[in-house]
């Protein structure tokens, strides 16, 4: 393959995957690239901790970008565009996180280009509603508006999963926090990769993510830790809620009730 976008709810720990991913010799991981425009106009920070504009690496792939696609718009990104960072960078493969952005660019028209390509495809990152559910109150946003919008997503992703099951790798996240030497090694796999005990300390490289999670949760920890904390931070009434919504999405209901 030489690009893979990964789909998934925000705060279903693409960021620690992309981190993994990154770290391997022949990945490039470029965060959620479809996100640039928004984070050049919001200034926000890069994970080397640099503006964007200012970031070394994203200084040289801004005129490319804007090249490429006039405006940032994300839906304007190519394979061609993807190919040629990679090339720049010296990588075989790029990893874009852009989730919830790849799925509104795979259903523009024009973007059908990519279906006939074979040298892409999916991975597909699920996590735990309650954990997701939780870390969205904990970033502001109300527990009705969190549950809503991860369950539209959620049940969207499945219909893409349906339509695109011979490209996409289902990943859980708890499943990579427990064993991420042996999750890693299936996403090589899917790859076309040899897996590279490198991956499994994120923490030894700068990475150049951009518009990716800011939580300080486990940053510059090299022991990867499942987090938990929902079961501490949400009501007993608000467990009762999600986990009945989340029996109405049989990805959900067999991974974790």
Known sequence: MKTVFVL??????????????????????????????????SQRICSCGALVDQCPFWKEQLPLLNQEASNLNY????????????QRAGKDLVVDLSKTLVWRAMHWPPNWRWIGKKDFGFIFLLRDSRGVTASSIRDGKSFQESIRTHFKWMRRFCRFYDRFRQRTLVVRYEDLCADPKKQLEIVCRFLGLEFEDACLDPVRKEHHLVHCSKSNYMKNQSKIQQDERWKNELTKGQVTQVEAEMRNIPFLK????
Do not use: N, W
């Open 8 to 41: 998934g709810i925000a705060r279903s720990g693409s960021t620690l995957l992309g981190r993994m991913l990154d770290t391997h010799s022949k990945i490039l991981c470029v965060g959620e690239m479809m996100r640039i425009g928004q984070a050049l106009e």
């Open 75 to 86: 839906r304007k990104f190519t394979p061609r565009l993807y190919d040629t960072i990679a």
């Open 254 to 257: 067999e991974s974790y009730l």
